[in-house]
């Protein structure tokens, strides 16, 4: 178990719907990350904040956007969904201002656009 | 970002040492190497990290070339719950990890 928790699990909608995953990351860490992982593209980085703050962007399209809380979970929000958009999405956290920084990694949301 | 160059596949016997090879030739200094495995459709999972000297945890070591273009990662006794997709991520602590394609470890009976 890495800490992070991610929710839901597995997400069915239909094409043009909005949907919100969430993440809570592990205790103490200040940064999170989202990835996105469909068959054909391998790991892709999307965002990433940091206390509140984002902090670098990926390929995140302008459909898509996120947040993180003053508690620290973070949300991404997908609207307008496509087929495309079917994939599996990984929260990460850590800590930016620890020695030796490592990303832990959530066990991923699931998402099928039908 | 720094590029790497790992081999897409490998095959690995059980019991015997997996060595995966990668390639990060334009590493810049302050960039570290670290290793991330993904076991089929889980979260990617750390493994190990280091900046120029070689390291070595409870899973795996890491040997890094003196100019530190390339390194190993070694699994000295793999066993089928390794078989995984290995990534190699130079990685500016604070930043972006950017993962490629990794290698694809097969670990056969």
């Known amino acids: 178990d890495s800490g992070v928790t991610q929710t839901p699990k597995h997400l069915i909608t239909a094409t043009g719907q909005r949907v919100t995953l969430r993440c809570s990351p592990r205790?103490?860490?200040?940064?999170v990350y989202w990835y996105q992982q469909s068959l054909d593209q391998g790991l892709q980085f999307l965002i990433q904040y940091y206390n509140g703050e984002e902090r670098a962007k990926g390929n995140i399209l302008e459909r898509f956007s996120a947040q993180q809380f003053p508690d620290l979970h973070s949300e991404l929000n997908l609207s307008s969904l496509e087929l495309g958009d079917s994939a599996l999405y990984f929260c990460a956290s850590s800590n930016p201002g620890r020695l030796n920084e490592k990303l832990f990694f959530g066990s991923g949301t699931q998402l099928s656009v039908l | 970002d720094a590029k790497t160059t790992q081999p897409t596949s490998m095959d690995c016997a059980e019991g015997r040492a997996a060595n995966l090879p990668c390639n990060h030739s334009?590493?810049?200094?302050?960039?570290?190497v670290y290793w991330y495995r993904q076991i089929h459709s889980q979260g990617p999972q750390y493994i190990i990290h280091g900046l120029k000297n070689n390291e070595t945890n409870e899973m795996a070591s890491l040997i890094i070339t003196e100019d530190r273009k390339s390194s190993t990662l070694i699994l000295p006794h793999a066993t089928l719950r390794d078989t995984a997709v290995y990534y190699c991520?130079?990685?500016?602590?604070?930043?972006?990890?950017?993962f490629g394609q990794g290698t694809e470890l097969s670990v056969k009976p």
């Open positions: 205790s103490g860490d200040l940064s």
């Open positions: 334009t590493i810049s200094g302050n960039e570290y």
């Open positions: 991520i130079p990685f500016n602590q604070g930043g972006k990890l950017i």
